[in-house]
């Protein structure tokens, strides 16, 4: 399977790089096709202009070469911290540039823009690994964990990917270094699992 991976956290020492490395290194010793993309590290400009909004990416840009990436994928890995109960602005950037129209959804014939998308991503499954300091009870109690909602319904199920799955470690600001490495088993076995071969129809 063609697997794109999307890491964004501003620290190369942080829990969330180690996520991605973890799943990295078993993604490619699953015999899997992987792209890595360390949002932060490649300074990931965020910003929609309106010429790009109207007109698309420049043919050979960094944001067409992920838009082209997104489109072959038949899985996407996304790694964040659960900010304010959203992604990094790089990350909400990324959406808005690579998840555009024509991309990864459209709109039916004579539908100019007020219907339901159609999904146009090939991608069966997506994962997505947040990491939090909000202990569970409060984050659905107070806040309702807005992250579910935004990945699941308002972005991979609009866009056609069938098989969503999101997983949260916290609180990892008290979390000792044994609860960081038995997190970092369980993301293994997550991605070695939920990629296995055949197991996404």
């Known amino acids: ?24 290194r078993v993604l490619t010793a699953s015999g899997h096709d992987l792209v890595f993309h360390d949002l932060y590290r490649e300074k990931f400009d965020p910003v929609l202009t309106a010429g790009e909004m109207e007109h698309g990416p420049d043919e050979g840009s960094l944001v067409a070469l992920h838009c082209w990436e997104t489109v072959r994928a038949n899985g996407i890995v996304i790694i964040h911290p659960n900010w ?8 909400k950037g990324w959406i808005d540039r690579v998840l555009r129209p024509g991309v990864a959804y459209r709109f039916e014939e004579n539908d100019r823009g007020e219907g339901v998308p159609v999904g146009l991503l090939k991608a069966r499954a997506a994962l997505i690994f947040n990491t939090s300091n909000t202990p569970e009870v409060r984050e659905n109690a107070v806040f309702g964990d807005p992250l579910e909602g935004l ?46 071969e055949g197991s996404i129809s």
């Open 151 to 196: 990945w699941r319904r308002c972005i991979f199920e609009l866009c056609g990917v069938p098989s969503v799955r999101r997983i949260v470690y916290r609180v990892v600001v008290t979390s000792t270094q044994a609860q960081r490495k038995a997190w970092l088993d369980e993301a293994a076995a997550s991605v070695r699992e939920y990629f296995r």
């Open 1 to 24: 399977m063609r697997i794109s991976v999307i890491l964004a956290h501003p620290s190369a020492g942080s829990f969330n790089h180690a996520i991605a490395e973890t799943a990295v």
């Open 84 to 91: 304010w109960g959203q992604p990094p602005a790089i990350l």
